[in-house]
């Protein structure tokens, strides 16, 4: 978004106020700017307000000095054709201010079998690619004897009906693939599946999750981007909520959310106090009720619950600005049969143990969008997978075992590189979800997509408050990362007008 446009969002900032509207959301991520801009477009008086100076939360668009944008970690989306986004923008009337891009030839995954040796390469589309399976399978070296039980699966899989995949909700993916005899390999690229999609571990994500997001990226591809910036989603949504008649605040700290006998009544911000019968959280579940909202107004048995949620697992890694074009595709996918991650590495990563070479998920957003680097450069985004906690024990030695593991990967990339900076969970939180419980605040996505907290069992987006929603990856979508926000966003804009806006 362009610093004018930013000011111009600002202007009435400086002086406390005291306004009435139909509905405030708190934090301009893609679940938060979705649900405010849609819900400007139905007739809401609509405030979108958000701490930092640009909107996009978890998928906020960066730069620095020297013409370099980049996002705040490495970031694709899926599925890449009928998304959420297109839905969202084709109803706002802003399909033409925003380009998806779903390129051919830009997603390289690499492989590398138990015991070291070289990684096999596929090359592949961000769209559905019939010839894309068979080069997986040939990359991972699956033998005759392999294929009718990994066809099974995909059988399985691809005509599962929503009945069935229902009750997978308490099921783990590994315990689901328990049922086909597959090799090791191609339990390793489902291993990194989960990892990259949902950010946990293969044996505790939900079966049910994993399933629906594999349909989707079956139907649809995965892969997508967004010209400006993947990020850039959200500030064309911040300008729909002002097209509509709606107001963006921007670099305002929501401080508290009021509530008076059991409904909130409006935000106390830095700026001002603003009054609403409805307000919609994208601060995560558990900020907003341990801390903008505060526990003594809810029952101990929820503040109980919400305490008991685990969070995703989180990104940390290097953004390598390079002096020169080195990357030809837009992201890479390294793993091997020791870097995919469980619940077992996870804990053992704790402990200190690193294997040799690190999972990397690598973008490189000017392959995307050539106005994100300079003429005759790039930025390379590089993150691996570790605990959610804002200061993490083991984070130096990750840092360094990424750089050791990238320059293996990426043999003369060293000799490009013209200068780098580190992002870790503290910067994580810091930017897009407080630390208000011990070991949390720096995580992906939000609440884990894991056995016990997804269908049925997700929260629930209406709080047990008059007048309180959640948006966002804590409650309300499915999906993959930022389409489960965007997910989100859509239902959430249809449960408070259905509830509160007749």
Known sequence: MPDSEVETMNE????????EYDVIVVGAGIGGATCAALLARRGARTLLVDQNARPGGKAMVGGREGGFRYDL???VGGPSLGSQFARVLDELGMSDELEILTPSQSN??????EGGGAYAKVVGSSVPDPQTAAQVFNMLGLQPADLPETLRLFEDVSGMSPEEIDKLDQVSFADFLSGYRIPQSFLSYLGMQANIIFVVPIDQVAASEMIRVLQDFGAGGAGRYHAGGFGHMAEVFCRGVERYGGRVLLGTRVTKVQVESGAVRGIVTDAGSFRAPVVVSNTGI???VLKLVGEEHFDDSYVGYVR???????IMGIRYFLDRPFFEHGMYIAFSDESYLDADRFARLQSGWLPDDVLVF????AFYDKSLAPEGK???VMGT????DPDLAYAEALWQRLDETAKRLWPGLAECVESETRFGNRQVSDLTRDSVLPGQGGECIGLAQIVGQCGKQKPNAAAPIGGLYYVGCDAGGYGCGTHQAADSGVKVAALVQEQQLR
Do not use: D
Not at 308 to 314: F, G
Not at 362 to 365: E, S
Not at 385 to 388: E, G, R, Y
């Open 12 to 19: 009435a900032v400086n002086e406390a106020v005291s306004e």
């Open 73 to 75: 970690w490495p970031i």
């Open 108 to 113: 390289v995954i690499l492989y590398r079998k």
């Open 286 to 288: 558990q900020p907003t």
């Open 308 to 314: 008991e949620l685990v969070p995703s697992q989180a």
């Open 362 to 365: 690598n973008t490189v957003p």
């Open 378 to 380: 790039q930025c390379a």
């Open 385 to 388: 997978f570790c605990a959610p």
